[in-house]
């Protein structure tokens, strides 16, 4: 059984406990100091503070806190993404770091799984009924209790929501109930022998509408196009079409093969030279993998360092979400143990993209630096050299910042990647460097007020950062806000999305001095 434990009593009352032995041959009786992690945290008079295990002693006492034992059962509910192969191997590596044997059991149904986790001893630690149908079935699975954690490749939306209200529960984003364990891209995907290599957003568009029917239109060979897709539930779907689809004002009008799996979906690509569909990054084999042009020219490679920072144009953040409250004890550690350095093996080696921290230079940004200089309306040619000048001997780091809509408020994944970077700082990992905050912004408005606005968003994330860190690291560290405004847009500036990741804070580290 599993076990969870509520809180002591109050200041107000009485802390008094005893504690026996099992065998009943030791009594301590002390004041309760704190309950934590299954240890008793007692001071008793004469002797001091005592730690002792729960399970060693019984607790008599009205301090003693309320043990609730679970059942080793748990359902995780949600997106074939994050379902089919991640968490299983996070499964594995959590049993791993447990001391437990790892068996998954397939059923006749490649969306219904079971995952068991098995103690040394011979007693089932962790049973895990593992359903990966869509984002879209993690919330009604949540509100029916079906599921104690459910995943999704997409943030929860307001549709979400109101299923999750019809059962009594609020909203889950922006809380600690909202995860997010990893970065994703969903790549759309051609025959292997078909001969384009990239397509437009708004070309993508017309296929999903039925308004380009031939590959002849795009460059390829005189042969019918064939969509691939999922259905409503899925969350690769909704990212496609809200990306890529419906800002162009079209949607998926075409007639389209809807897929229950992503290797269904790749097979049938394989099988087709005329088709095209969309999976997950990690599920892209064999295939001919697009690069995204944006509609004012901007190439959108699925790199692991564009995924990384959100520069994709179809990157993703693949999440966990919790109901309020307590939560079966299992499923909060294998979480935490997920959010750890030991889960990135595990995740890179399902095929996702872990947060290990990769290095790109300024010369490495060559279509980028392009566009700023011949494309951008509000270009700053003194801004420009300023730039050129201050990172050309700096390493950008693969890390991003961006903010919640409207507000200088870190949003819940930027917070996590600071709290990632402390701790690098910590161990004083860029002992040496100067730790560069540059902050850009969309081209809505004046270039003189965003430069502004950027400058304010890294001068908040410096703010942050030198509220999180020791005061050994800060002595050791110079951080350095900058701001470049409008300049190095990752995406288009003509969608929301596309202002949404250009509105970032980005670290780079540099020599001091050295310019």
Same mark, same amino acid.
């Given at each position: ?8 009593? #109050? ?26 992690? /299954? ?13 002792? #295990? ?122 600690? #109930? ?23 957003? =708004? ?144 995740? =890179?080696?399902? /095929? ?70 402390? @701790?690098?700082? =910590? ?38 950062? =030198? ?5 050994? @690291? ?42």
């Amino acid at each position: 059984m599993a076990l969870a434990f509520s809180g002591a009593a #109050n200041a107000q009352e009485d802390k008094t406990v005893t504690l026996k032995s099992v065998g009943g041959e030791l009594k301590l009786i002390g004041e309760l100091d704190e309950f934590a992690d /299954g240890t008793y945290f007692i001071t008793v008079q004469g002797m001091g503070k005592i730690q002792i #295990n729960m399970n060693d002693v019984t607790c008599e006492g009205a301090a003693c806190p309320v043990i609730k034992q679970y059942a080793p059962y748990f359902g995780i509910y949600g997106s074939r993404t994050v379902g089919t192969n991640l968490i299983p191997n996070l499964m594995r590596g959590y049993a791993k770091s447990v001391g437990a044997t790892y068996e998954i059991v397939a059923t006749e149904n490649a969306a219904e799984r079971k995952i068991r986790l098995t103690n040394p001893d011979g007693t089932l630690r962790l049973e895990v009924d593992l359903q990966s149908r869509g984002s879209g079935t993690a919330f009604p699975a949540l509100a029916d209790g079906s599921a104690v954690i459910g995943v999704a490749d997409r943030r929860m939306k307001d549709s979400d929501l109101a299923k999750l209200q019809a059962a009594g529960i609020g909203e889950l984003r922006d809380t600690d #109930n909202e995860i997010v364990i990893g970065v994703d891209g969903i790549v759309v995907i051609l025959n292997p022998d078909n001969p384009v290599r990239n397509l437009t957003s =708004e070309e993508i568009s017309k296929i999903w509408a039925g308004e380009i029917t031939n590959w002849l239109e795009l460059g390829g060979g005189d042969y019918p196009i064939n969509i691939q897709s999922f259905g409503k539930s899925s969350g690769d779907r909704a990212i496609l079409l809200d990306r890529i689809v419906r800002p162009h004002g079209r949607d998926e009008t075409s007639n389209v093969t809807e897929n229950k799996s992503y290797q269904g979906m790749v097979d049938a690509v394989i099988a087709d030279r005329g088709g095209i569909g969309f999976v997950g990054r990690s599920f892209a084999n064999g295939v001919n993998r697009l690069t995204i042009r944006e509609d004012c020219g901007l190439l959108s490679p699925p790199t692991d360092f564009r995924i990384k920072i959100e520069g994709y144009s179809l990157s993703r953040r693949l999440y966990m979400y919790t109901k309020p409250g307590d939560l079966h004890p299992e499923a909060a550690a294998f979480i935490e143990w997920s959010m750890t350095d030991d889960a990135q093996p595990y995740i =890179e080696e399902a /095929g996702f993209v872990g947060r290990g921290l990769e290095r790109m230079r300024l010369e490495d940004m060559g279509m980028m630096l392009i566009h700023t200089a011949a494309v951008e309306p509000d270009f700053n040619p003194r801004l420009y050299v300023k730039m050129m000048q201050e990172l050309r001997n700096a390493d950008r780091l693969s890390i991003s910042f961006r903010f919640q809509p409207g507000s200088s408020q870190l949003d819940v994944e930027s917070v996590r990647n600071l709290q990632e970077l402390a @701790a690098r700082m =910590e161990k004083g990992e860029f002992v040496g460097n100067e730790v560069l905050l540059v902050g850009f912004a969309d081209s809505i408005g004046s270039e003189v007020r965003n430069t502004k606005l950027a400058r304010k968003r890294a001068l908040a994330v410096r703010a942050e950062m =030198e509220r999180v860190l020791s005061p050994q @690291a800060l002595a050791q560290l110079k951080l350095t806000p900058l701001s470049y405004g409008e300049l190095l847009p990752l995406s288009c500036n003509e969608s929301d999305v596309g202002r949404a990741r250009n509105r970032r804070v980005e670290v780079w580290l540099r020599v001091p001095g050295k310019r």
